[in-house]
């Protein structure tokens, strides 16, 4: 049993009372109460007109573990090539398990373009996800989220008509005309954890998508193209790149999309270097300085590697900062036994533990408390959308519209060509 499993075991029958951010995460994902569940977002507000998934069937409800593993290898084998799973390092050992690509998102991306013999897609992830998925797969393959409420509250902070708003005041505030250098005024570039539209926002006013993976080379990209960068919607990301490339933060001026000017004056924006957008990660937002202070007092020499969507101080007090991949490689790459404080979500972290023993490995956060949409591919809801496929029906198919995708298209090829370093 993973510990998490064993956490929420432990949820259940009482024997667990402070270990977790809520008793709820003892309930499963089709009982969650409406926004964003059990787990770190679960405080955060569900926009109106998110996707809303339908009921689950009570076989799949009713069904042992044991019985939902057996049915999904059995549909996946009378699919055979014509589907392919792909799971985000953050989703559920039990899901991830039956997975034939794990990786974060921008390795997801590259997933989705590689398989052109399947006919389906069945994204374990989150909508934004899936809809990259949508936009980059072959003509006639069909992508499919298996619970289509498993969306991502940071991707809900920032909206097409809040940043459409944004770039109008910005206009009118730095025009449209290069400068002697030939870079326009301002380049938007936003986080993979955006929605198809905010992709295809950037696509059309020569921006691009980045990752976690290469956002310091995206960066590069649009500073070589515009005199400053609209960042969004993560806040964090956007401020620990620039400054390690050496933006002061002096220059970094937060926008808020709820205020003029973002609640900005004029000096300051036509001062900045990257315009950063009010959204952060719900999960990367718990972790601090002292959780960080706590794991050295308690183990001497131990080495902290946490996730850039974490606040500065954070990403400023660790021993290094990275993408869920860099993360992987680091511990993978450790030649000697070494103690781990990982900052970033408990699923990959517990993973980690458990497939590196010769290390200590364990989450800043002392808290059980994953991203609450990942949370929500459950191994029921695998089997019913595998089952499906495989007696010829197609559910929870995620599709971009084309003229959004088109746009989006170019913002993420983009992206995929601006490798990640290292």
Known sequence: ???????????????????????????????????????????????????????????????????????????????????????????????????????????????????????????????????????????????????????????????????????????????????ADGRVPVIPVTYMNSSAALKGFCGEHGGIVCTSSNAETVLEWAFERGQRVLFFPDQHLGRNTAKRMGVPTSRMPMWNPRKPLGGNDVDALLDARVLLWHGFCSVHKRFSVGQIEQARAEHPGVRVIVHPECPEAVVDAADEAGSTDHIRKAVAAATEPTTFAIGTEINMVNRLAAEFPQHTIFCLDPVICPCSTMYRIHPGYLAWVLEALARGETLNRITVADDVAANARVALERMLAAKPRG
């Open 1 to 179: 049993m993973t510990s998490v499993a064993l956490t929420i075991d432990r949820i259940r029958t009482g024997r667990a009372a402070g270990t977790t951010c809520t008793p709820e995460l003892a309930r499963e994902p089709w009982d969650a109460v409406l926004g964003y569940g059990p787990g770190a977002s679960m405080g955060d507000v569900l926009p109106t007109g998110s996707p809303r998934q339908g009921g689950l069937p009570e076989q799949y409800r009713q069904a042992s573990t044991d019985e939902l593993h057996d049915r999904i290898r059995a549909a996946k084998a009378t699919l055979g090539d014509r589907v392919v799973v792909l799971g985000h390092f953050y989703q559920r050992d039990e899901v991830v398990q039956h997975a034939d690509f794990v990786g974060d998102s921008f390795q997801l991306a590259n997933a989705a373009q590689t398989v052109p013999d399947a006919e389906a897609i069945v994204f374990c992830g989150v909508h934004f996800m899936a809809e990259t998925a949508d936009i980059l797969a072959k003509p006639g393959q069909q992508v499919i989220l298996p619970n289509l409420a498993a969306g991502c509250s940071m991707a809900d902070m920032a909206d097409l008509d809040s940043v459409e708003q944004c770039w109008a005041e910005l206009e009118e505030l730095y025009g449209t005309e290069p400068d």
